[in-house]
């Protein structure tokens, strides 16, 4: 039966939303906040930058908030404005009342949000689990989205090894300094949090989380995919097999570009920001006017 997403307690809320607005102190740029009714309840976006380019909208990974782009919101709102969600279902300062039952949801979802916000279409930026989330906008609300970038997009264009999940499930039951430490030297190796951001990330698994895991896309929604996708890895990741996805996509979706970030782990953008912010930005302005990348 489908669930609606909450924390656990007036306290767990409480909990977490102090460590929200310490992380919101990290954001480096003027920022206009806004909560928008959808079908599923309200989502809250926080707006920075722009420019002539289409805005970008961004979806943080489990356990991750708008707040979570605070390291590269500066170089991705260079020409554009940026809203970055907090995903309906997911910790934050979204709240949702109605369940999302399927997929096709999620386009629903997204696509209420940009008409609460008044935009008719905008680049989507997933990372993570919010890869999945940009996957689903892309094929359910297809004419509202100008592309899509996946960062470390684990589970949507291959499988996530299962003893890779095994461990994350082992990982996510200890909540111990100690626990969170290993996991950080598992998965994302050369990329350590900070303090503010470890509260955040912590006080976030006192959600009930519904917000959807990733599935490998089938073949034909692998082929029908319209919007220009961008596809990002970090080369040595453990969740992720970018050779294996970039073989995938070159036989359903030929048009589709790959970037791999050799010795970088599933926190390919912390690793080398500056280079997968640049990337992004290049592959954003070539389809700001819906200009297809060549084969």
């Known amino acids: 039966m489908a669930r609606v997403g909450r924390f656990r307690s007036d306290q767990a809320r409480e909990a977490y939303l ?25 989502t809250h976006v926080r707006r920075s930058g722009s420019g002539d380019g289409l805005p970008l909208v961004l979806l943080a990974g489990v356990l991750g908030c708008s707040l979570h782009w605070h390291s590269v919101v500066a170089g991705l709102a260079r020409d554009r404005a940026v809203l970055a969600l907090d995903t309906i279902g997911a910790p934050g300062r979204s709240v949702q009342t ?56 684990n589970g949507v264009i291959t499988r996530t090894p299962w003893r890779a999940l095994a461990r994350m499930v082992r990982f996510g039951a200890d909540r111990t300094d100690e626990g969170w430490r290993k996991m950080a030297e598992w998965l994302t190796p050369g990329v350590t949090m900070t303090d503010v951001e470890r509260a955040n990330a912590k006080a976030g698994q006192g959600y009930r989380l519904v917000a959807g895991w990733a599935r490998p896309l089938k ?32 036989e359903h979706l030929p048009d589709a570009e790959v970037q791999v970030y050799p010795g970088t782990g599933h926190d390919v953008r912390g690793q080398v920001p500056d280079q997968v912010t640049a990337r992004v930005v290049e592959f954003l302005s070539r389809h700001d006017t819906g200009e297809r990348a060549g084969p």
């Open 18 to 42: 102090r460590t929200y607005e310490a992380m919101a102190e990290l954001w480096p740029l003027p920022a206009v906040l806004a909560d928008v009714p959808t079908s599923f309840g309200s």
């Open 98 to 153: 109605a369940p999302l039952v399927g997929d096709a949801d999620y386009g629903v979802w997204f696509a209420d949000v940009l008409e609460g916000l008044g935009l008719d279409r905008v680049h989507v930026l997933g990372e993570s689990s919010g890869a999945w989330h940009a996957t689903l906008a892309g094929l359910h609300a297809a004419d509202r989205v100008a592309s899509v970038t996946l960062i470390e997009p």
């Open 219 to 250: 073949d034909a929604e692998l082929a029908s995919f319209s919007p220009p996708l961008l596809a990002v890895y970090g080369g040595a990741s453990v969740v992720s097999d970018p050779v294996a996805a970039q073989r995938r996509l070159a």
